[in-house]
């Protein structure tokens, strides 16, 4: 595939349960952000990834909140003892950013309620 | 904290009546202005990058341009397919500020 995805497309956990959401960036994108979107607001930056170079996590809202990205490709976000207000679409999102500022590109985002 | 702010928040337009949208920012120096397309439960689709005053980019019915504080997104002649949310983000001046600042989106409707 040329785009970026996501899994699962939805989720529906209970509250305090731990949750995994993945994401497979764009082959041969070397940044990897992480976003949330929920109802009504603009979207949110939680975490990037450059390279083998320290993530990012000045957006992370919590310490329940953790990423990683394995091998500078796939990436895995981790919420840990849910709450209701986590309930929001998560989006990744990869560039290539060897150089300059490059767009972002978003894959369809996971679905998250959190009862 | 660096501010994005998207006018209107909706907007109804007939078929082939033409019209702007805004998308005004706080910061100065910025790194990059980015439009993208959201359609319901989908992921924002990249649309144009504008890095200075002055610059304008058009795709189809599309075109935005930049100023020193604010870029529009002018639309011409629309049809029902462009009916979406429309997001405005720019990238902060300030080096290792990696992510993008969103505006909560102007909703767009072209009625046939």
């Known amino acids: 595939g040329a785009g970026v995805s996501q899994s699962p497309s939805n989720k529906v956990t209970e509250k305090g349960k731990d949750v995994e959401l993945r994401c497979d960036p764009i082959?041969?994108?070397?940044?990897l952000y992480w976003y949330r979107q929920s109802l009504g607001q603009g979207l949110e930056f939680l975490i990037y990834?450059?390279?083998?170079?320290?993530?990012?996590k000045s957006g992370l809202p919590s310490d329940r909140f953790s990423a990683e990205r394995t091998g500078g490709s796939v990436s895995t976000l981790t919420i840990q003892r849910t709450q209701q207000e986590d309930s929001a679409v998560y989006l990744c999102?990869?560039?290539?950013?060897?150089?300059?500022?490059?767009?972002?590109?978003f894959g369809p985002g996971t679905r998250l309620l959190v009862l | 904290e660096d501010q994005v702010t998207q006018s209107p928040e909706a907007l109804r337009l007939q078929e082939g009546e033409s019209s702007s949208l805004n998308c005004s920012y706080t910061v100065s120096g910025l790194r990059g202005l980015f439009w993208y397309r959201q359609d319901p439960g989908k992921g924002p689709e990249f649309l144009f990058t504008?890095?200075?005053a002055g610059e304008e980019k058009e795709k189809e019915r599309l075109k935005a341009t930049l100023t020193k504080k604010e870029s529009f997104l002018h639309i011409t002649a629309p049809k029902p397919e462009d009916s979406a949310t429309y997001l405005c983000a720019v990238r902060p001046p300030a080096e290792g500020a990696n992510n993008l600042f969103f505006g909560t989106g102007t909703r767009l409707t072209v009625i046939p």
């Open positions: 990834f450059q390279g083998n170079s320290a993530p990012d």
């Open positions: 999102a990869s560039s290539l950013e060897t150089s300059g500022v490059r767009a972002q590109y």
């Open positions: 082959s041969g994108h070397t940044a």
């Open positions: 504008l890095y200075s």
